[in-house]
């Protein structure tokens, strides 16, 4: 069942693919860029909002979410499920 | 070369120390460190010995890379029968002790017996003494590292150490080799502690030689490269591992107050961004150009001024998210006592936790905790609770005996809130959103643990390509691959892979986060097989580091067979299938895990495994792994 591979390693061609200036919303995981600076973004997406730190000035990160507004959200969003039957 | 370190076997009872080389034909079996470490627990420790008592071994190691040219190849290995669950107790950290102990003469250590008094060892350039450690017994981790280096004139001498919590058998007391690098897990500690070894001292210059220097240093480049350019390699080495806080509390994927919640809501102040508010600057391991510790003074209260290391991802969780604490002074404080002490943090803080949860239920009262108020979100009772485990007053006596000893001794219905898998306390994470990492812990070999097999990566929603490439190198897979956490599809194989890479840089000496562990980009078998010839001259194909990484694993699933283990230990507390999770985002609002699904992701893990429906490995399975003669004595 073992096979030897050859060419370029996996790390080698994953690390091809690296984005830079985004993060995936950790709610819908579409890959999303905040612009420069920004302290919080919302998602334009699902239209959950991220508290974001910068590691540097092109490199941003979730640090957490938007407490009142993401517990709303989900609350709402939840409530639709369950009266949908889901 | 740098495969002549020997293995020297240490007789605390009558003093006596032998020396032998380690064969190369035992090097391409098991490698060094872990793997290694665990052919010779399951040669030495003889079936139902005591943990505690002098028939118990320890053995401290140094994975094969360490200390040579080879890119953050810094980790010492640490095992022995576990004192917490009587099963594999084995333990890794970083630093700089293994290092130190191969410039000494030496890769592997096998300590019998029980010293008559307290004693610390000495290694110094192919010689060990046993000397006097009444100057240093009762003494702090850190103040024992200082004192040692005093005595022995020389501040270069690194030290792999115990505290109080060792010496007082805690039995999840753990090893500390410098002011943080712990091996947290499983209580070897306490092992050190049961035998009056209170550290090991070391220092060595004595050269390791490279088999082939210029290629290994080329090769490193590339590496180095690779490494540093990774997101999670920059974010790390500027905020450490409280960064990933950022997201799993964030989704909902932090088990808080307990397990009664999945998310600690407004926790703001001790995130990682506010952590880097008190940072004085980062550090690294050995060899390593990450360098995610960081390093703080606590800014205010009654440890104003004190300087330590961390705190990490683990405990944020352990003093904030499962006691449902929110201070970032509880959390630099909690970390600070869990270092001089030398205790695992995980476990004080889940079983602190867990008897916040039977206080608030009233099946402990104001009589058991002498008054103390043990709520949750209550700052100082988290605090006062490392104390009184560490010292083993009253309640922190009866939670240093371990989750299941202690609800035995409470009684009532207590077991059933304790998160736990084989008696050790689970991490702060919240598995029921997650199969994947809850199948991890439910198997893991010394417990629940993320270190041992869990897929960080199938968080990150990578797309089924990505995924088909890590998982199908060295050894092919062609069945399901789901990008989708939530999923049960899949992912036996994804937790047997991790397992398998992670044993494998276990026996290496490489630390977690340089492979496939946080970054879906981290070098693995194809970048070891070439930097393990370049520096060891060892001949081995990506392939034949797996079946080591197996054979290891194997050997740890073997002892834990003949301690008595059995399938019903891979498996979770109820409360896992019965209570739905109440938090986070949408996606993980109402989770539970399937019973059914989950054990039928138990019984495919068992089949990569070449395991029976028992667990058991099959006598194909040993054989092909050259294991079937096993305990074979050859070291
Ligand atoms: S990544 Fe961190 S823990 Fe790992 S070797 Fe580097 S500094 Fe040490
Ligand atoms: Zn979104």
């Known amino acids: 069942m073992a096979k030897e591979t050859t060419g370029a390693t996996t790390m080698e061609s994953l690390a091809r693919g690296r984005t830079t200036g985004k993060f995936r919303c950790v709610n819908c995981f579409v890959r999303i860029s905040p612009p420069p600076g920004a302290k919080t973004y919302k998602c334009p997406h699902c239209g959950f909002e ?29 409530s639709k499920q369950r009266k949908g039957g889901k | 070369m740098a495969l002549n370190r020997k293995i020297a076997y240490i007789n605390l009872t009558t003093g006596e120390i032998e020396t032998k080389p380690i064969p190369i034909s035992m090097r391409k079996k098991f490698l060094g460190g872990r793997g290694l470490d665990m052919y010779l627990m399951y040669n030495h420790v003889k079936p139902g010995v005591d943990p505690l008592g002098p028939d118990n071994v320890a053995f401290v190691s140094a994975g094969i890379l360490v200390s040579t040219l080879a890119s953050a190849t810094a980790r010492t290995h640490i095992g022995g029968k576990s004192p917490l669950t009587g099963y594999v107790g084995s333990a890794n950290m970083g630093g700089f002790f293994a290092p130190e102990m191969r410039w000494a003469g030496f890769d592997h250590l096998v300590i019998k017996g029980k010293a008559e008094k307290p004693v610390y060892l000495w ?46 058998l805690v039995r999840f007391a753990n090893v500390m080799t410098g002011v943080k690098d712990a091996g947290g897990r499983s209580g070897m500690g306490a092992l050190l502690g049961s035998k009056n070894l209170k550290c090991i001292a070391c220092r060595g210059t004595m050269d390791i030689k490279i088999a082939h ?22 974010t790390q080495g500027k905020i450490g591992t409280p960064f990933i806080w950022g997201s799993t509390n964030s989704w909902g994927g932090i088990r808080t107050n307990n397990f009664q919640y999945n998310q600690l809501e407004y926790s703001d102040d001790i995130e990682a961004e506010s952590l880097d508010e008190v940072n004085i600057g980062m550090a690294g391991c050995f060899g390593c150009q990450v360098h995610c510790r960081a390093r703080y003074i606590i800014p205010d209260g009654p440890y ?10 683990t405990a944020q969780g352990a003093f904030c998210g499962e006691p449902g604490c929110t201070k970032r002074n509880t959390l630099l404080v909690c970390n600070h006592l869990a270092n001089i002490y030398g205790m695992d943090l995980l476990e004080v803080g889940s079983l602190t936790a867990w008897a916040m949860e039977l206080y608030e239920k009233g099946i402990l009262t104001d009589k058991d905790t002498d008054g103390l108020e043990l709520r949750f979100g209550n700052d100082e009772a988290m605090i006062e609770m490392c104390h009184r485990i560490a010292r083993r007053e009253g309640l922190g006596d009866i939670l240093a005996e371990g989750g299941l000893r ?24 919240d598995e029921r959103g997650t199969p994947s990492l809850a199948l991890g812990i439910a198997t893991g070999s010394r417990g629940s643990d993320h270190l041992r097999s869990r897929p960080a990566v199938d968080l990150y929603h990578l797309p089924e390509p990505v995924l088909r490439k890590i998982y199908s190198t ?31 840089v276990d026996c290496l000496g490489i630390c977690k986060y340089h492979t496939t562990f946080l970054a879906a980009t981290g070098p693995n078998f194809e970048e070891w097989s070439r930097v393990l010839y370049y520096n060891t001259g060892l001949e081995m194909s990506p392939v034949d580091i797996w079946t ?32 739905p999770t109440t938090r986070g985002i949408p996606a993980v609002q109402g989770r539970t ?20 429906e028992n667990g058991v490995p099959t006598p194909e399975t040993l054989k092909r792994l050259g294991i079937d003669k096993e305990p074979s004595h050859v070291l």
């Open chain 2, 406 to 429: 202690a609800a035995k001794k409470i009684g009532k219905d207590s077991i059933k809130y304790l998160i736990h898998v084989k008696g050790m306390s689970n991490l702060h994470s």
């Open chain 2, 593 to 612: 895990i399937d019973r059914e699904k989950f054990a039928k992701m138990i019984g495919e893990y068992y089949e990569h495994h070449g395991w029976d």
């Open chain 2, 474 to 504: 060295p050894v092919a897979y062609d069945g399901p691959l789901t990008s989708d956490y939530k999923d049960y599809e899949g992912k036996p194989w994804q937790v047997f892979w991790h397992e398998t890479c992670y044993e494998a």
């Open chain 2, 213 to 234: 220097p210029q290629e290994a240093l080329d090769y490193n480049k590339t590496f180095i490269t690779q490494i540093t350019s990774a997101k999670v390699s920059q």
């Open chain 2, 304 to 313: 104003k001024g004190v300087y330590d290391e961390g705190p990490e991802y």
């Open chain 1, 50 to 78: 991220w508290r974001v730190f910068w590691i540097s000035p092109t490199f941003p990160r979730i640090r957490g979410p938007v407490w009142d507004v993401n517990r709303r959200l989900a609350a709402e969003e939840v």
């Open chain 2, 548 to 579: 080591v990484a197996e054979r290891a694993y194997n050997m740890e699933r073997l002892f834990n067979l003949r301690e008595g283990l059995t399938r019903k230990d891979d498996w979770l507390n109820d409360r896992y299938f019965d209570e």
């Open chain 2, 123 to 168: 290694i110094h350039n192919g010689e060990i003494e046993i000397r006097d450690a009444k100057n240093i017994w009762g003494k702090t981790v850190h103040e024992t590292q200082q004192i040692v280096r005093e005595e022995l004139g020389d501040r270069e001498i690194k030290i792999l150490t115990i505290g109080p919590a060792g010496e007082k």
